[in-house]
């Protein structure tokens, strides 16, 4: 995966990007 459609992709969506790390974080948290 290029890193330019990889950077593409998280400008494009961030808001998704940061829930999912969000919710990854509470789980690791969790455990």
Known sequence: MPSRS?????ESRPSLILKN???SRNS???W
């Open 28 to 30: 690791h948290a969790s």
């Open 21 to 23: 790390w969000s919710l």
């Open 6 to 10: 990889r950077k593409r992709f998280m």
